[in-house]
């Protein structure tokens, strides 16, 4: 079968030729329907993200995943059901973080991340998972499924969020999303399509026309101009924010946040960037955080409850966000094309690697 | 009546007369017993926080407080109780805060506290208040009930920590203060009551012998001492840290804090610094709350709930961690030594306005 990775003597992603993998006991064959590409991959293309399997010369990419179960195995699952894949694996296969369902929660070292660090992806005709690692999803999702893992990472991230809050009435109203790729964007469909806040905002740096602009105000919320309006300078153009979600990786806009929040605020950092040393007011934003209750919450990665949180979110989104955020599927001859991000109009690609057939 | 108070005029705390405050309907007269001192008296005595109440030209101190009721009045209280009042008071009678008991979530600027901004203290031999503001508390605390308030103040911290790791299952088992005060040895006090951390740490930058560094070891826990190694210095020396509480007001540790914590671990700022700018790898420490789930929290000020709490807590402390942390209390015709904070041996001062005769 044909698969997309990365390999010690290549530049980009290439295709390669690899066996068709057998199930072990326990694990059902998917076949892969479509492989969405995100930041994530970039950086392992990169080289500044990621890590090869063990003793493996290649690592085979894609991490947002949509499939059909081919060969159920031993797993309960039925043939032609649709699944998306969880990231993480336990690579000696025990782990207490495995072992209750948080996987997410596992520290460094402790787990591969299929398509990232240590274990092969999703990105090839067919792959094996244990069932456990497999969330059912609809029919109607086998188009769109590989956006259930980026999703679930907001839902997660939200929620840790939301329990930071908890121990005292909380009644946001304000919210805004720090950028807007196809994340920052997951984030605003996801936070838009609640009663939760009454004022929503994402922050970019595009000049108009946009399609992302188009997207951000077609979901009722207001574009700020980073550059006109840095995020510090926020509360003062705009208004405080209850909730900031920071989906950029640029990390200024981590500390900004601290000042962008109105009281009792909280901030999900989701953006992973590189060591880069600035200078800070560190004594007004310490004052800053105490005063007023603020809160800042890293998230990463996600677990099953995030997944099928996503999987409802999902159908929820108004068909027209979905087509717009999916800016072009590509068949797997020109895969090349999905890494190719270097213009204004794309927002979230994807490779198709088999059609789906309602069965 | 005598009230220690700072005025317009004078360049530290100073006696003056003031007449008996008469209740209103639906308050009390409270009979002070002890006040105990902090470092924010100490703040609002060099100008550098604290606001005097409107067309007054004088801040009656004091939100540290136990007192005994005089007058009942209509409150339901009844004469001879002992109570621990909170600090912060609705200046205008109406706000959605103070209605649903968190005045401590109350933005700044929509409350008074007293003692510190906009309200007189509790520094004077009698006080009126409001039942609601009012702590019952053992006629046992008389002598040590100024200390349920700054207690109150770790437990709200402890609260909102604890609620920002509630959306998994967080085990921690390792602790570490920052700040060897009287605020953190009252939170190493209780961390190390309760059966949550395995392993207790409290840093300061002191030197053998040392009454805070005698508690330290006596509370079971490990003194880390800053100047040899630095917050960030903390996880190669010794262990990362599941709970951390900084309560030195010093900015460079809360971003240290960051490094300091383990996988899944949330900081905890009391502290309220000045401005000051430095320089941080914001990059890696955005990468470091990230990538492993870590949260940092302010946390200011408390609630009647943290101080029905506090009170719980402090007649389970042992007899010589009381005795130890109270390290002078002095009668009102000598109230200026109890603000002399020179020497390493002074951790918690008060000043004794009446004595309490069990009836």
Not at 93 to 122: C, K, L
Not at 133 to 160: C, D, M, R, Y
Not at 223 to 247: G, H, L, N, Q, W
Not at 262 to 269: E, H
Request: glycine share 8%.
């Amino acid at each position: 079968m044909q698969a997309i990775a990365v390999s010690r003597d290549s530049k980009g992603p290439i295709c390669i030729e690899k066996p068709r993998p057998e199930p072990e006991p326990g694990e059902a064959l998917i076949r892969t329907l479509r492989v969405g590409i995100d930041g994530t991959d970039h950086e392992i293309i990169a080289g500044s993200y990621g890590e090869y399997p063990a003793d493996e010369d290649h690592l085979v990419l894609g991490h947002e995943a949509v499939g059909v179960v081919e060969d159920p195995g031993t797993t309960g699952l039925e043939r032609g059901e649709v699944v998306a894949p969880i990231v993480r694996r336990s690579p000696n296969g025990e782990s207490v973080y495995f072992d209750r369902g948080e996987p997410d929660m596992a520290p460094e070292g402790s787990y591969h991340e299929r398509g990232i660090i240590g274990s092969h992806g999703y990105f090839s005709e067919f792959f094996t998972s244990q069932a456990q690692h497999l969330v059912s999803i609809p029919s109607s999702l086998a188009q769109v499924g590989f956006l259930v893992e980026p999703l679930s990472v907001v839902n997660k991230a939200i929620e840790l969020a939301t329990a930071s809050r908890s121990s005292f009435t909380w009644e946001p109203t304000s919210a805004l999303v720090l950028g807007n790729g196809s994340l920052g964007l997951l984030m605003l469909a996801h936070i838009t399509s609640t009663d939760t806040y009454e004022r929503c905002y994402c922050l970019g740096r595009r000049d108009r026309p946009d399609p992302t602009i188009d997207i951000i105000e077609r979901l009722g919320a207001t574009y700020v101009d980073s550059r006109k309006t840095p995020v510090d300078m926020i509360p003062s153009t705009y208004e405080s924010m209850d909730f900031i979600c920071e989906a950029t990786g640029h990390a200024p806009h981590a500390f900004k946040t601290i000042d962008a929040l109105a009281p009792n605020g909280v901030g999900a950092l989701l953006g992973v960037p590189e060591s880069s040393s600035f200078e800070i007011d560190g004594g007004a934003l310490h004052n800053e955080l105490v005063l007023h209750n603020k809160a800042l919450i890293g998230s990463v990665n996600s677990n099953i409850t995030h997944f099928k949180t996503a999987s409802d979110d999902l159908q929820t989104f108004p068909e027209w966000f979905i087509d717009s955020l999916i800016t072009d599927v590509y068949p797997l001859s020109e895969f090349r094309y999905a890494f190719d991000n270097n213009d204004d109009t794309t927002i979230k690609t994807a490779v198709q690697l088999s059609a789906y057939e309602e069965r």
